[in-house]
């Protein structure tokens, strides 16, 4: 519906005009009146009216004023001047004015309704070739921004016109452009321009902060729900002079999306956050190897936990990865079975089968516990023979040393009689259990002391001492001092 109004110091004229005709029957609505040029222009610029009739002669501002401040201000309503009496100098202002047309009062109905029906016609017409424009404009600059982006020829005088300006860019690989399509209007709602370039979409945010950047990016990822999407992110805001270096940026940033799986945005500022955790290959396969052979699960998943942020620590490639786990596997069940015989060791075929399936490093990590967790319910490290049963229990308390343990629980655990067993351990070993224990335990407090700012009745506990006392007298009479003076001791000597 086109919107009309009308403007006339004269009450019968407008309410005449208002109920001449059935104006929606001719596709418009009728929004106002206004009795005088005055409050019509007031009017005029509030509702922006598509069509105004107005009379030429009306008391303060007439209906030629009014018309030309309206033009002076852009406004791009059409005007139509009523008029009481034919006048020929006013017809030529109309003219030079750009009315559509000067109609004399009383309006006849079968001079008004031709002349409306042209009017919407001519404004239907304007209204397509303005969106035609529109369109081509919007492709132009679409076309001009991949130009600029990706090192092709644009005008000379193009990026001068965003000198002023701040921009973040961000990237969504994908070979779902045909899913994505229907979503596009709403994209671009939301960014200042989108440009598609080889399965890659780019988002460039204008002058914008970068918390507003991300909640767009969140609402555009909460409308591609149904499709797999992960975003590329740079913090920073850059001038138009380095967006260039930004698209190179954003592609290392995208290389390291196959450890990153579980972050919608991935940002630079995330991947640089991420230090090197010390990661020690041998010490990670010794320890798991004991984690399996005593099917601790929660173990099992810490250690996988570590190995991925191992792995996005290093920043390694996919392929890289992919190698790496691979071989590490390998590893884990060559010591797997060196200790027991009978294991079953999945074939070659069958590892580099679930690794090559996963599409990221969280879905190849997560195949590889449920692998070893599988490895793990189907041996029982419990059940050992007479010679390697001590290294056994050695083992247990190496990694559960936390634990409330004794010789009575290790016999238990290892199907074996108390008794028997401690005096095995204490034949093999060359002491008893409970100072093996405590050897065990104090040599992880010593650890614990050095490496962290734990209080030491914290130490105590972490390593399965309750009574903090009976640990300060272990420690000291095992180390020499107590707990607290070696910590300062350790302090004091590397400041």
């Known amino acids: ?62 209906g030629i004023e009014v018309v030309s401040q309206a033009n002076k201000e852009g406004i791009s309503s059409k005007f139509v001047v009523l008029s009481g009496h034919s006048d020929f100098s006013y017809a030529q202002q109309s003219i030079r004015l750009g009315m559509e047309s000067y109609l004399l009062k009383p309006v006849d109905e079968e001079e008004l309704i031709p002349l409306i029906q042209q009017i919407r016609m001519k404004w239907l017409k304007e209204n397509q070739l303005n969106e035609q424009l529109q369109e081509f404009k919007e492709l132009n600059e679409a076309s001009q921004w991949e130009n600029f982006l990706f090192g092709k020829k644009v005008d000379s005088d193009w990026s001068s016109y965003f000198q002023a300006d701040s921009f973040h860019l961000a990237s969504l ?159 884990l069940y060559q010591k797997l079975q060196y200790e027991n015989k009978d294991i079953q060791i999945p074939s070659n075929e069958h590892v580099i089968s679930i690794i090559s399936s996963a599409d990221n ?62 005096k095995k351990f204490k034949k093999e070993t060359g002491e008893y259990f409970y100072h093996y224990l405590d050897r065990i335990r104090t040599e992880k407090a010593k650890k614990f002391l050095m490496e962290g700012n734990w209080k030491v009745y914290q130490v105590s506990e972490k390593v399965g001492y309750t009574n903090h006392d009976y640990f300060y007298k272990k420690f000291k009479k095992n180390v020499g001092v107590s707990p607290k003076e070696f910590q300062k001791t350790y302090r004091k000597a590397f400041k």
Not at 19 to 36: F, L, M, R, T
Not at 204 to 229: C, G, M, P, W
Request: aromatic share 10%.
């Open 173 to 331: 690989m994908t070979n779902e452009e045909a899913m994505l399509e229907k979503h596009m209007p709403f994209i671009a709602k939301k960014v200042y321009r989108y440009i598609w370039n080889e399965h890659k979409l780019y988002l460039l945010f204008r002058n914008q902060t970068l918390e507003e950047v991300k909640q767009s990016i969140i609402a555009i990822s909460h409308d591609l729900a149904y499709i797999a999407h992960q975003f590329q992110l740079l913090e920073g805001a850059c001038g138009i002079d380095k967006l260039k270096d930004n698209i190179e940026q954003l592609s290392r940033l995208e290389a390291l999306r196959y450890s990153h799986s579980k972050a919608i945005i991935l940002t630079d500022q995330d991947v640089e956050k991420i230090s090197k955790t010390g990661f020690n290959r041998d010490e990670w396969l010794n320890t798991m190897t004991r984690t399996i052979e005593f099917q601790d699960e929660k173990a099992i998943e810490r250690h996988i936990q570590l190995l991925e942020k191992h792995f996005q620590a290093t920043r390694f490639s996919k392929d890289r990865m992919i190698t790496e786990v691979l071989d590490m596997v390998k590893s």
């Open 361 to 422: 490093l969280q879905a190849l990590l997560s195949n590889i516990k449920e692998l070893l967790w599988t490895t793990s319910t189907e041996m029982n490290a419990f059940i050992s023979n007479t010679e390697n049963i001590i290294e056994k229990v050695q083992d247990y308390v190496e990694q559960y040393y936390y634990k409330d343990l004794n010789m009575k629980k290790m016999a238990h655990l290892f199907k074996y009689n108390p008794s028997y067993l401690g």
């Open 1 to 62: 519906m086109l919107k009309v109004l009308f403007i006339d110091d004269e009450p019968f004229i407008r309410e005449g005009m208002a109920s001449v005709i059935d104006w929606e029957k001719y596709g418009y609505q009728v929004i106002g009146s206004a009795e005088n040029g005055k409050i019509g222009l007031q009017k005029i610029r509030a509702y922006r009216p598509d069509l105004v009739f107005v009379d030429i002669q009306m008391p303060g501002l007439s």
